[in-house]
């Protein structure tokens, strides 16, 4: 049994003529003979829809409650989208989280996919051509409706494609593939034809819109290809992939940015053992992300102690640590949360030297201060006031001449 996975996000859904339209794409696969599991997410706009009604009708609304209402986004879509395939002459049917059934645990809101039943589905896939998952949704032990967070039906589609084994899994969005940088912010962005999994994850790590992270990582596990392109052309788009030789042969892949960052610094702190989970620990708690940290040199028993969070963990973050000022034994805690990340992502920088002294040679040149620096093998992240996060995207595609493809 040959297998297709598609997915198609709210704006490919949002009306009967983008419905239609998305009905050709799945109709092709089916048509040349492949079984097909389409996961569609809710229409564009109605998570947001119901989300106000809860935050109306509640000031505190429960999770699990709040779970079993925006499902129905993606229920409505995938019994519509359904009728329209019946119509056809299709033998078709909507299938929901718990059917499928995606078991997850029960983490409301952010629930994480634990198992997928694949004989069920291919039990399923015996009787009927084409199955309409709702996306974003699954069960708990508990038998309650969970969601997967924003962005959950990519991963909904890439874990589908995972348990039965697809052949491939076909993710459809607004964009035609995945670019080089974001193209409104650089006009000479370019379309990828491939990407390796790690650096897709770097990219959605750093807020690329793309693919949700966790998608990412369900492909990478599994070892499931997936081919990102547009609802709205025929063209191919963008594969991603394990990494080949001709992947490493390219310097830099893409540059990467996300705004969505504050910067927490906390000044005379102790320089003692212990005193680094006594800061990072009650944050871990409240779960806030901390990704950057710097350590100045010790002077005096005292040093300084500068970290990166998500802009909208700040409060929560400067809340929680001035609760425990006396317990740290810092004397002042600085916030600012008008800086960004910008990063330069490639799986060749393995292999090669002098990516990093360009990188900041480049920045250098137009007065781009760098006020943090992170690195792993495939990533150099530069935190910049975000006034410049333009400037600073623009600068480094430039640098490493991504708008022409040549490996350098």
């Known amino acids: 049994m040959n297998i297709v996975v598609q997915k198609f996000g709210g704006t490919s859904v949002r009306n009967l003529e983008c419905q239609r339209q998305v009905m050709q794409k799945v109709l092709r696969p089916y048509r040349e003979g492949n079984k097909v599991?389409?996961?569609?997410?809710?229409?564009?706009?109605?998570?947001?829809?119901?989300?106000?009604?809860?935050?109306?009708?509640?000031?505190?609304?429960?999770?699990?409650?709040?779970?079993s209402m925006v499902s129905t986004g993606e229920q409505v879509s995938c019994a519509l989208f359904a009728m329209l395939l019946k119509q056809q002459g299709v033998k078709a049917r909507s299938v929901l989280g718990f059917q499928a059934p995606i078991q997850t645990d029960c983490a409301h809101g952010k629930a994480r996919i634990v198992s997928i039943d694949e004989t069920k589905l291919v039990d399923m896939l015996k009787e009927y051509d084409i199955l309409v998952v709702a996306g974003f949704q699954g069960c708990g032990d508990d038998m309650r409706i969970t969601t997967l967070g924003r962005g959950g039906s990519d991963t909904s589609a890439v874990a589908l494609a995972a348990a039965i084994d697809a052949d491939v899994c076909e993710i459809y969005t607004d964009v035609p593939g995945v670019f080089t940088t974001d193209p409104n912010m650089c006009s000479d962005a370019r379309k990828m034809d491939r990407v390796a999994y790690d650096e897709m994850l770097e990219m959605a790590s750093m807020g690329a819109k793309v693919l949700q992270i966790r998608s990412v990582e369900f492909a990478k596990k599994y070892n499931v290809t997936v081919h990102v392109r547009s609802t709205f052309t025929d063209e191919l788009g963008t594969i991603v992939t394990k990494e080949d030789e001709t992947m490493e042969a390219v310097l830099v892949s893409g540059i990467a940015y996300d705004k969505d960052q504050a910067q927490i610094t906390l000044v005379h702190v102790q320089d003692k053992p212990g005193v680094s989970a006594q800061i990072f620990s009650p944050l871990a708690e409240e779960q806030v992300l901390v990704d950057m940290i710097v350590q100045s040199p010790s002077k005096d028993g005292k040093t300084d102690m500068t970290f990166t969070i998500p802009r909208a963990d700040m409060k929560q973050t400067?809340?929680?640590?001035?609760?425990?000022?006396?317990?740290?034994?810092?004397?002042?805690?600085?916030?600012?949360?008008?800086?960004?990340?910008?990063?330069?992502?490639?799986?060749?920088?393995?292999?090669?030297?002098?990516?990093?002294?360009?990188?900041?040679?480049?920045?250098?040149?137009?007065?781009?201060?760098?006020?943090?620096?992170?690195?792993?093998?495939?990533?150099?992240?530069?935190?910049?006031?975000?006034k410049y996060t333009e400037l600073a995207v623009r600068t480094l595609h430039k640098a490493f001449h991504l708008e022409d493809g040549e490996p350098l």
Request: with cysteine.
């Open 37 to 67: 599991i389409v996961v569609l997410s809710a229409m564009s706009g109605e998570t947001n829809r119901l989300l106000a009604l809860a935050d109306e009708w509640s000031d505190t609304p429960d999770a699990a409650e709040v779970d």
């Open 318 to 386: 400067i809340k929680t640590l001035e609760k425990l000022q006396y317990e740290i034994g810092f004397e002042e805690l600085n916030s600012n949360p008008n800086v960004s990340k910008v990063s330069i992502i490639g799986v060749g920088m393995r292999n090669h030297s002098g990516v990093a002294a360009r990188a900041f040679q480049a920045l250098a040149d137009e007065n781009v201060n760098i006020l943090m620096i992170s690195t792993s093998e495939i990533k150099v992240t530069c935190l910049i006031d975000d």
